[in-house]
């Protein structure tokens, strides 16, 4: 039960992951006749990455961990508002052993 307590702050992140990608795609059919090809393409890609991670969170595969840390590792960049919060998402993983959640084994041999 205390692993299930752990994780809500990370699944509450994946469902707002979730939300910021369905809500970037309606954002995008609605602005994509005044931006480039190429703009609609790396728009629409990020849209499916948010989806894609937020669901992996939320299903606690291994790719979602993947990719859960590949977004906080990009987030780091967003200097200062990203770098703060990707800096305390890290800190509270690493707390909590988040990485258990997802079907790791955590187990260290000394």
Known sequence: ??????????????????????????????????MGSFQV????IVCAYYFLTGLGVIIRSQWGYFLFLSFLYILILA????????????KYMKKKQIKKSFG???TTAM
Request: glycine share 10%.
């Open 104 to 106: 790791f084994n955590t």
């Open 41 to 44: 393409y790396f728009f629409a």
């Open 1 to 34: 039960m205390a692993i299930e307590a752990d994780f809500r702050p990370i699944r509450i992140f994946g469902f707002i992951l979730i939300g910021m990608g369905l809500y970037g795609e309606y954002f995008l059919s609605s602005i994509k006749s005044s």
């Open 79 to 90: 200097f200062p508002i990203g770098t703060f919060i990707s800096y305390k998402t890290f």
